[in-house]
């Protein structure tokens, strides 16, 4: 059974830093990985996709690795402004699951503060 | 071209009443998808549907849920006797016509949620 870890569960920076955002799934048969944005009280916002045949996804200050082997992608934040404050959601799309669901972590609270 | 629309954005209810909660894909797209988010927890998947035909309920709690795709209208995810633990966030996700081949690709793009609290 397909479980997704995110670590850490909360992190706060200070405006500018470069951040790392952990995610971990234990079954490495997957379609693809997607990155979301959660604000509270609202919906998920896609950030990145990284299919199962990719390493990587760029998107602005947002760059997401996966490396499937090792059941693993990060998702790194470059010069991190108080707007990105939001909790994070990292969701695999698993084939032993017919391609239907998606599996999500817990996610990662980021607090910016300037 | 809108986004998924889910309403009611927030939902009361007292326990043993039932709750209805209504999702509108995105134009063009014919699957829908819908999650809980109870407090504390992630997004757990519930139940895909395609119009008239639900695909996989797995994630579906056995007794007291349902949801239905029409060929007309929104997709609805219906709780009878509601009780406490039934409050969380509900999401709607569509995605449009899926080919096996291009499944790496699919992405599911969310509603803003419906918000239910049982009193």
């Known amino acids: 059974k397909q479980e997704v870890t995110q670590i850490p569960a909360a992190l706060s920076v200070p405006e500018g830093e470069n951040l790392v955002l952990n995610c971990s799934f234990t079954?490495?048969?997957?379609?693809?990985l997607q990155w979301f944005r959660q604000d509270p009280g609202k919906g998920l916002t896609s950030l990145l996709l990284i299919q199962s045949s990719q390493r990587e996804q760029t998107s602005g200050r947002l760059n997401a690795s996966l490396d499937k082997s090792s059941g693993r992608s990060t998702l790194y934040i470059a010069a991190s402004q108080p707007g990105d404050s939001a909790t994070y959601l990292c969701?695999?799309?698993?084939?032993?699951?017919?391609?239907?669901?998606?599996?999500f972590g817990k996610g990662t609270t980021l607090s910016v503060s300037s | 071209n809108a986004g998924v629309m889910q309403n009611p954005r927030h939902l009361v209810r007292r326990r043993g009443q039932e709750a209805r909660l209504r999702c509108s894909p995105m134009?063009?797209?014919?699957?829908v998808y819908w999650y809980r988010q109870l407090p504390e927890e992630g997004l757990k998947f519930m139940v895909y549907l395609q119009k008239e035909n639900i695909i996989d309920e797995s994630g579906m709690p056995k007794e007291r849920f349902s949801a239905e795709f029409p060929k007309e209208g929104p997709s609805i995810l219906r709780i009878q006797q509601v009780v406490r633990g039934d409050s969380a966030a509900y999401f709607c996700a569509s995605s449009p016509l899926r080919d096996t081949l291009l499944l790496a690709k699919n992405i599911q793009y969310f509603g803003a949620g419906t918000r239910l609290s049982v009193l």
């Open positions: 079954d490495s048969a997957i379609y693809n």
């Open positions: 969701a695999v799309l698993t084939v032993d699951q017919a391609g239907t669901a998606l599996i």
């Open positions: 134009k063009g797209h014919s699957h």
